[in-house]
């Protein structure tokens, strides 16, 4: 048949003849009646409608889309860290240290995302500030749940979350949990290091406290890799996770800083000085300060 003629013999149109190209471009599949397509499976007609400006000002969906992207990076960082405590307290180091560079990346990505939020000026930030009310990244329980489990707790800040009975419990469960560090620890007592009892039986709910016993564990491994080559391994990723967290928490407040200078934030925290204060703190102590004895 006469590939410019339709069954029928008849001429056919050229908008026919360029549909007819299109539904054999390269063997791609066009038709998704009866099957799933790529925007059925990633629910891209919910998440693409999920950005609601109350302002007029232009800049305000760059603010949304910045903070609902690092919710879901924080989704998949969180995801992961379960399953590294999981594996931590079955043995099974070597998915723990993939996951763990897998979380130190999302970081990264989390670095590089104040990039584009930089580039929001303080007279951009300020038209759309009085929408914002008293919402404020310091209530994002995806964030305090990562502090969490990562050893930074801190019971009063559960009083955010109060009126939201499902993050409240995610919360309470995960401030009473052993931190991924406090795994780590318990491993380094089960594979024949002498951790303190007292450290081993530690209040869960209280933030990581220095422990000598634990630096020289640590330390013991350091010392001698080859004999302690996985727990080597996993002191070193327990060090990049927090290496990029910190990148993350210093980006944050130069940003912010950048953008509102040192007003109050929406949330009634002192903004830029709160945040500073959070460079202060140390996830995993012992690791950090054994170096200056190695």
């Not at 763990?100 to 930030?125: C, F, G, K, N, S």
């Not at 919360?171 to 081993?200: F, H, M, T, W």
């Given at each position: ?226 004999r302690y080559w996985a727990l080597y391994e996993l002191a070193e990723k327990l060090v990049d996770l927090e290496t990029a967290f910190r990148f993350w928490r210093f980006r944050h407040v130069t940003t ?39």
């Open positions: 048949m006469n590939e410019n003629k339709t069954a029928s013999g008849c001429p056919m149109h050229a908008s026919q003849r360029e549909a007819q190209g299109d539904a054999q471009w390269h063997g791609a599949q066009m038709d998704f009646s009866e099957s799933m397509s790529y925007g059925d499976y990633l629910a891209l007609d919910r998440i693409l409608t999920a950005q609601h400006p109350l302002s007029p000002n232009h800049n305000e969906l760059l603010f949304i889309v910045q903070h609902q992207t690092s919710e879901l990076w924080m989704k998949l960082m969180l995801h992961e860290m379960h399953a590294v405590r999981a594996n931590l307290q079955s043995g099974d180091l070597p998915p723990a240290f993939k996951m763990l560079a897998r979380v130190a990346r999302i970081m990264d990505q989390l670095v590089h995302a104040w990039d584009v939020l930089a580039t929001m000026t303080p007279p951009e930030y300020t038209a759309i500030r009085p929408y914002l009310g008293a919402s404020s990244g310091f209530q994002s329980y995806q964030y305090r749940e990562i502090e969490f489990i990562l050893g930074n707790k801190n019971a009063a800040l559960l009083n955010v979350h109060t009126t939201a009975p499902e993050p409240f419990a995610v919360l309470d469960a995960a401030l009473r949990a052993p931190s991924v560090y406090d795994e780590s620890v318990k491993l380094l007592s089960r594979s024949g290091l002498a951790i303190n009892p007292q450290r081993l039986e530690a209040d869960w709910t209280q933030p990581t406290q220095p422990d000598e016993s634990v630096k020289a564990a640590w330390l013991e491994v350091y010392r001698d890799p080859s912010v800083e950048r953008i509102i200078g040192f007003k109050t934030g929406t949330g009634g925290t002192a903004g830029v000085s709160y945040l500073r204060k959070m460079l202060d703190v140390v996830l995993f102590p012992e690791l950090f300060a054994l170096r200056t004895e190695l």
